[in-house]
């Protein structure tokens, strides 16, 4: 019997168990790839070539005593494993130590722009998605037309783009030139929103200053959620139209349009559906790439998220902000992907305990 | 024989066929820089700055498309950038495809625990996004063009490693493996010899796509100030010294990031080709 992708014919109690078993197994794959994540992260510091403390005291001349305090704020007085341990027991309390820059914790400076960075992430996702899919679709559809080679010729484009190269080219077209678009930052200084969310788009709604304020924080977002979502788009749609036009050939397709029912209503229905799974498992895939984009998205739109705040950290030679945010990095990866897996595992009963 | 049934697979491929003559024209270019370049790349023309392209108002036939802020060639420093952006592709391709191969070839044949230590630090390094990745070696060793070439290689290492082991993997479990074996070959020579040449066609498709990953990322380190150092005609420092001219020199912004595109473009359609003409399953 051929089961369909979606829930139909499945108890929910048995995918419910599926996915908790899921999240388990992974959960325990992962604590290696953690352990050697800390251990890279701890390592960092005590592989810089020199002494970190005077490479940090350089340029202001170090006092002993201002030595020794940042030799001890940066746990190096103490032997390398007990520091190791040291560090470990401390970050799964919270604590990943204080940025040598602003002087806070690290933990709070991430927190502080993660949103930022998830606000944009999901903006470029969705936007990746929502255009991504329907041009696959057309593009199967019409295959071979002049709008299928635009489609796939773009999606080529885009797909080898290099984004911190585009992120110009859009503020030199709709910022410099058109004038439509703010360069830089999330929102008009005009505007004072108090952080609730985090999220800007939510926090302006919810801070009375009305319309005016959420329309200034969208037209900051566009252009880094557009160059963002460049090449996540250019995958969506080579994979909507490649999975879709797999399925198109099925016969399953030849009965549904045998029983009268019009050709994009069995596209829609019938076939989008099975063409999904692939399509999910791109979406996936491309979280990964969006993060590595946000690091230069960041850069261009000076976007006060992660991204932005690691490089910088690297420039300034912030160590303990490069150690804790390394390591937390790698957590929302890790994390993401096993979302993805869950989902996937939703869609797919065919998966189901395989993975 | 069997070359000239695959270059007429390849040559099938109009795409990849272009992509194969834009890309030699851009070596041969690259290699003959200091005859083909109009001027110096680090040659200051005084009097000359921010000066359009040739055929904008303003332009000036000597200066094709244009000069920079301090007055330097924009052509030029184009023609340099290549052969700083290929050697650097050419550079990682080779640091990866010898590390990769090897620790691939490793953790496939032997098993094991040799397989799975290879496996976990894959793990480690696939669990940060590619250019967090490299910035933090950067982080490590500093920013120069040779430490953002180690730190693409090690960034491009783990796909490179999990294709190498898979290929290795399948063809371990042929039976001419077995046959080799009972013949009293060393563990060495059959990896080398007999398996390593079998999964050739893999191999060789991943290092085409490695170029346009490794320009690509190089520049990304090159822009983000933690790659190649100005005055380096590097086609991504050249980009981040435009950033501020963007208002005012449109061509300072386009050229360079232009060049990234189509020479990563060519790169990953060279590499679909080869691989729909080596390997038509993979398609």
């Not at chain 2, 007055?71 to 952006?85: E, K, P, Q, T």
């Not at chain 2, 990031?257 to 679909?272: A, R």
Request: proline share 5%.
């Amino acid at each position: 019997m051929i089961e369909s992708p979606l829930f139909f014919g499945d108890s929910i109690r048995n995918l419910v168990q599926v996915i908790f078993q899921l999240i388990l197994r992974r959960l325990v794959v992962s604590i290696p790839t953690l352990i050697g994540v800390s251990l890279v992260a701890f390592l960092l510091i005590r592989w810089v070539p020199g002494d970190p403390v005077m490479l940090l005291l350089g340029e202001r001349g170090a006092s002993p005593e201002l030595y020794a305090e940042m030799k001890r704020n940066l746990g190096l007085d103490r032997p390398l494993v007990e520091q190791y341990f040291g560090f470990v027991s401390q970050a799964l309390q919270g604590d990943l130590g204080i940025s040598i820059h602003s002087k806070r914790p690290v933990i709070e400076e991430f927190l502080d722009r993660f949103p930022a960075t998830v606000e944009l992430g999901l903006i470029a996702m969705f936007w990746a998605v929502l255009a991504g899919i329907p041009l696959g679709i057309l593009a199967a559809v019409k295959r071979n037309s002049p709008f299928d080679y635009l489609v796939m010729g773009g999606a080529l484009v885009g797909y080898s783009m290099p984004i911190f190269w585009w992120g110009l080219v859009l503020i030199l077209v709709f910022s410099v030139t058109l004038g439509w678009t703010p360069v830089s930052g999330r929102i008009s200084v005009m505007y004072d929103i108090d952080p609730r969310t985090g999220f800007m788009l939510v926090d302006t709604w919810l801070s009375g200053e009305g319309w005016a304020s959420f329309k200034s924080a969208l037209a900051h977002l566009i252009l880094p959620a557009v160059v963002l979502g460049t090449i996540p788009l250019a995958a969506v749609a080579r994979m909507t139209r490649s999975s879709l036009l797999e399925v198109l050939r099925e016969d399953y397709i030849r009965t549904a349009r045998a029983k009268g029912l019009s050709f994009y209503g069995v596209v829609v229905v019938h076939a989008l559906r099975n063409a999904l799974i692939p399509i999910i498992t791109v979406v996936g895939l491309m979280v990964g790439a969006v993060l590595t984009g946000a690091i230069l998205t960041e850069t261009i739109f000076s976007w006060p998220g992660i991204g932005k705040w690691l490089v910088n950290s690297v420039t300034a030679r912030d160590y303990p902000v490069i150690q804790g945010g390394v390591l937390l990095m790698a957590i929302v990866v890790i994390a993401v992907n096993l979302v993805v897996d869950v989902l996937y595992q939703v869609v797919n009963p065919l998966m189901r305990g395989k993975s | 024989m069997e070359y000239r049934r695959l270059w007429r697979a390849f040559c099938r491929n109009k795409g990849a066929l272009a992509s194969l003559a834009v890309l030699s024209i851009l070596c041969l270019v690259a290699l003959l820089a200091p005859w083909v370049a109009p001027h110096d790349p680090a040659e200051v023309h005084e009097g000359v700055l921010n000066l359009p392209p040739a055929w904008m108002s303003g332009g000036h036939s000597q200066f094709w498309l244009g000069t920079d802020d301090i007055g330097r060639d924009v052509l030029s420093r184009l023609i340099y950038g290549a052969r700083v952006s290929l050697g650097v592709g050419a550079m990682v391709v080779t640091l990866t495809l010898s590390f990769g191969a090897l620790l691939g070839l490793l953790a496939g044949y032997f098993g094991g625990w040799i397989d799975s230590t290879i496996l976990r630090g894959v793990d480690i390094l696939m669990s940060l996004p590619s250019i967090l990745l490299a910035i933090v070696v950067v982080a490590v060793l500093g920013p120069s063009l040779t430490n953002a070439v180690i730190a693409v290689s090690v960034v491009a290492l783990p796909s490179f490693i999990r294709i190498v082991r898979a290929s290795v993997l399948a063809e371990k479990a042929k039976p001419y493996v077995d046959a080799t074996v009972s013949f009293g070959a060393s563990h060495t020579r059959i990896a080398i010899k007999n398996i390593l040449p079998n999964c050739m066609a893999p191999i060789i498709v991943q290092a085409t796509l490695g170029f346009s990953d490794g320009i690509l990322n190089a520049a990304a380190l090159g822009f983000l100030g933690l790659g190649a150092q100005p005055p380096t005609p590097e086609w991504g420092v050249m980009l981040s010294d435009a950033r501020s001219y963007i208002e005012t020199a449109w061509w300072m912004v386009t050229m360079p990031g232009l060049c990234i595109l189509v020479v990563v473009l060519c790169f990953n359609l060279l590499g679909d080709g080869l691989r729909d003409a080596l390997d038509p399953k993979l398609k």
